[in-house]
């Protein structure tokens, strides 16, 4: 039987959890690279083969899956001359990174001369949806584009959406974003306030959960946190990150973005505080630290139809 060859560039806690998932669902065969040799090494063990550099994955794989921290590594490592010479004509690769869409649109635009099928495709979910294959992938392509990538995206995600053009992918990804890193910021500071005047984070969470505060990420990121588990899902890093990139984005098209503006800082001064690398969650935390609150509690997520 010969498997589809796929290649994963980028082994962090989401590349790596994607790999892992196309190892375990057994129809692929997954050559990786990374920076980190021993994150590659540690899929070695899982059966994927280890590539000398991402030339070597691109000149050897049929689909490629890149997962990176950002628009300028990207950049480095897609458009590099050796590796832009090493990928064949047909090759598809699939961007899984959440860029800016001005980014995948360069990206996208050097690499199709060479016949080589260059989508931005960033996702919702995290660390744990990527190695259930239950992530929310946002296609910046028409489906009929990718009739060969459709198992690796059917194998990565239960949620797929197809945005229709380079870049809008990645669009809706930072709108996302915004919205939900938003959400963050606003749950914790209410949080705090409510603990601050000597209420139960636990007795909080249990009740605003059938509210209309509930939300995905009160639900999702703030049952850790109120269990004091900071530990990363989505870093306070690249929550700084995506946000700058959103405001970027609308800089340059003089939109106003006063709310985003305010919370881009609030993740940044988190991150200053020592936070950078724990997960979102985190900002919690830090409001905690300057109100001189800790807001606990026991907590159980109640699952709507």
Do not use: W
């Not at 790999?19 to 040799?37: I, M, Y």
Request: proline content about 3%; charged content about 20%; hydrophobic content about 45%.
């Amino acid at each position: 039987m010969n498997l589809q060859k796929i290649g994963v560039i980028g082994l962090g806690l989401m590349g790596g959890g994607m790999c892992r998932r196309l190892l375990d669902v057994g129809n692929f065969d997954v050559t990786v690279a990374d920076v980190d040799l021993a994150k590659a090494q540690e899929l070695a063990g899982r059966g994927a083969h280890v590539a000398a550099s991402a030339d070597e994955v691109v000149q050897s794989c049929d689909i490629v899956v890149v997962s990176l921290p950002n628009p300028a590594i990207a950049k480095d490592v897609l458009l590099k001359e050796s590796t832009r010479n090493a990928m064949r004509k047909g090759l598809v690769i699939l961007d899984f990174s959440t860029l800016d869409a001005d980014t995948s649109k360069e990206i996208s635009a050097a690499l199709a001369p060479a016949g080589v099928l260059y989508v931005d495709t960033p996702v919702s979910g995290g660390p744990a949806e990527a190695a259930k294959g239950a992530l929310t992938i946002i296609i910046g392509a028409r489906e009929d584009e990718l009739p060969t990538a459709m198992p690796v995206l059917k194998a990565l995600g239960t949620s797929i959406h197809f945005a229709n053009a380079r870049g809008a992918g990645t669009t809706i990804k930072l709108v996302n974003n915004v919205i939900s890193l938003g959400n963050v910021l606003i749950a914790a500071e209410a949080l705090v306030l409510g603990a601050k005047a000597g209420v139960d984070g636990g007795t909080m969470f249990r009740i605003l959960q059938h509210c209309g505060a509930r939300s995905l990420a009160l639900v999702k990121r703030f049952p850790k946190a109120l269990g004091g588990d900071f530990s990363p899902g989505f870093m306070v890093d690249l929550a700084e990150k995506d946000l700058a990139l959103a405001l970027d984005m609308a800089h340059k098209m003089k939109v106003p973005m006063m709310m985003a503006s305010l919370g881009h800082d609030i993740y940044l001064t988190t991150s200053r505080s020592g936070r950078g690398k724990l997960d979102t969650n985190a900002v919690l935390q830090y409001l905690e630290e300057l109100n001189g609150i800790e807001v606990r509690g026991e907590t159980e997520v109640v699952v709507k139809a």
